[in-house]
């Protein structure tokens, strides 16, 4: 084995590695200082030596040092204390940039929104309304003040004039209902094509937004109606979304109507969803949709019936009173550690005209959640009946200046109070007239509970068109239903994309805003899917939490002593990161966010 000896000679910046037969392995030409002038002024830099393919020789630039006096101020300035320091937020929107980047999300809809070549695009605009609503939502007038706090704006600069509320208003009128349908279909096809979605199971819901536009308001959109908030005084918008298994991402969406219950906003998307099938089937032949007992009707199974889908759905159980009288004791329970307390009878029934998988399931968690629920609601009918009796009383009394209970308006009131779901079929209150006086009489009817508990609490009736499934998979499969309600609840997350408030007043704005949030929803999830799929375990909210927290910081420091300084120069600037922990670290990496630091 030979020995290596490496000589450095200083005279001629070279450095060469022999061996011990005196054998050259290679030469290395060492940085050298070298002037030049520009325009008769002398300048120096550092270059480097190097021979090209041809064997002939050239020099390489290392680093610029500008004149004498500036290199010479340079060595003999010390860092000092800098003036004052910028953090702005740098992981979290330089990753979302770069998502948006691979998914093409600027060139999709600068494509089918153009405008004259004057400042920002539409497609930029967006996008920056959509990563603010990822990692910082704000309104359209505080959206500038948050792009200052960003890494954006270096990597995307923008005039402050350009920022205003009005800009992206005006550019919001450019992307009309049909428009957006086309950009969401061509955005969903690079998902399907470019990222590789997993296809097999798609879970479809619908919700509601609280917004907050006057009576006098003209939007259709904007109705009252069921809001799932319980604020009943504002105006809601309803949303329907389709996401897919692996990390919720969406690939459908439309806006409707508040006041439009959710079996007739199903009925009129079900032809998008066929033709968005057609989109699927080149990566999976098989495409089970998955929706809840909300959007059952007769109408909707048969157009189901006609697609090509398969599909996993919930039956009413109300409607199914002999699938309810089943005894307990034929159900079997389901092995495995994901179906603990979880017993299920397997049939067959004629449903909406065809012969269906029928799957009767009785959980113990949805049982204990369901009981809870009605102790809740049960303690509240009490106290409300307690309060009327001690009104009724009251009233009767010299001195009462409140209406007088008639019978007839009281039974109308204690109908009121004992009416609603499981309370009902226990809970017992009359009128009562003694000696002329008025009262009420209420308890609750044991047996009759616990009948209700024995017959109907912790069941679901599930029914299905794909002929394969196991019972496991039927029950794992409308599990996932949780996908999308979990993708709901983070477009209600106040930190992260956050629907409501939506500044906005007309129908056009409103959907935009909406497409701006789904959008936000779309690349943080397929940030979390990139992430998870490197090897990094990490729920999607501690995943955005951890990006925000890397923060770039920016020290400005005096302008170079010499006649720089006496000139009032610009302030030195070095850029730098917070300090990253080992899960940072790892991200940093994962992600290569290292391409958007300052160089």
Known sequence: MPIFIEFVCYTHCLAFRVDSQRKIWYIRIMPSLQAYNVRRKRYWRIVESFRDQRGRPRIRVVRHLGTAQKLLDQLSQAPGRPLYAEEREFAAPAALWGIADKLQVVETIDRHAPKRQQGATVGQYMLLAAVNRAVGPSSKSKLASWYQRTVLQRLFPLPAAALRSQRFWDHMRYLGEETLTTIENNLTRRLVEEFGIDMRALFYDTTNFDTFLSSENPSRLAQRGHAKSKRTDLRIVGLALMVSWDFHVPLFSRVYEGNQPDSVTFSKVLDDLVARYQMFRERCQRVTLVFDAGNTSEENIQALDASPYYFIGALVPAQHADLLDVPLEKFHRLEGPLFEGLRVYHTEKEVFGQKRTILVTRSQ????????????????????????????????????RGKAYTRESLEAKLNTITSGQYIGEFLWARATEKRGQLGIEFGTDHDAYMHLKRRVLGKRILFTTHPDLTDEEIVFGYRGQHNVERAFRRMKDPCFISFSPAFHWTDQMIRVHAFCCVLALTLTSLLHRSVVKAGIEITHSDLLRELKEIKEITNYYPPLSGAEAKRGGRPRAERTLT?????????????????YQAS
């Open 579 to 595: 300090r990253l922990n080992r899960q940072q670290q790892r991200l940093f990496e994962v992600l290569d966010l290292g391409r």
């Open 365 to 400: 968690r949805l049982l204990r959640g369901q009981i809870r629920g009605i102790q809740q609601h049960l303690g509240k009918k009490l106290r409300t009946l307690r309060d009327l009796s001690r009104r009724v009383a009251l009233s009767q009394e010299p001195g009462w």
